[in-house]
């Protein structure tokens, strides 16, 4: 059972930039594709962006297309997510998930495609 441990969120002004981080314990993330998701307050979660088991492909929201870079490391067991020019309608809590899908190519949109989850952590962007 692979456990997920989102950090790195906090209180930034609008403009500015964080880097959330995704620690896996319990299983290796390599084969398996990754995605992080947001909610905001009072409205569903919603995808942000998702990485290949290898890092090859990477997709990401309309709203944080060139504004955000999913990356990861196999060997740290980590899924980064680096948010830059942020506006505050990033503002809501970053879920990081991980599919069940070993070793494939496809890195999908929705939530119901990812079988674990971490706790999430809060990012608030000031306007």
């Known amino acids: 059972q692979v456990l997920l441990v989102e950090s790195g969120g906090g209180l930034v002004q609008a403009g500015g930039s964080l880097t959330l981080s995704c620690a896996a314990s319990?299983?290796?993330?390599?084969?398996?594709?990754m995605a992080w998701f947001r909610q905001a307050p009072g409205k569903e979660r919603d995808f942000v962006a998702a990485i290949t088991w290898n890092g090859t492909t990477t997709v990401y929201a309309d709203s944080v297309k060139g504004r955000f870079t999913i990356s990861r490391d196999n060997v740290k067991n980590t899924v980064y997510l680096q948010m830059n020019s942020l506006k505050f309608e990033d503002t809501g809590i970053y879920y990081c998930?991980?599919?069940?899908?070993?070793?494939?190519?496809?890195?999908?949109?929705?939530?119901?495609?990812?079988?674990?989850w971490g706790q999430g952590t809060q990012v608030t962007v000031s306007s």
């Open positions: 998930a991980q599919s069940p899908s070993k070793f494939s190519a496809a890195v999908p949109r929705t939530e119901g495609s990812y079988s674990h």
């Open positions: 319990g299983r290796a993330i390599r084969p398996y594709p």
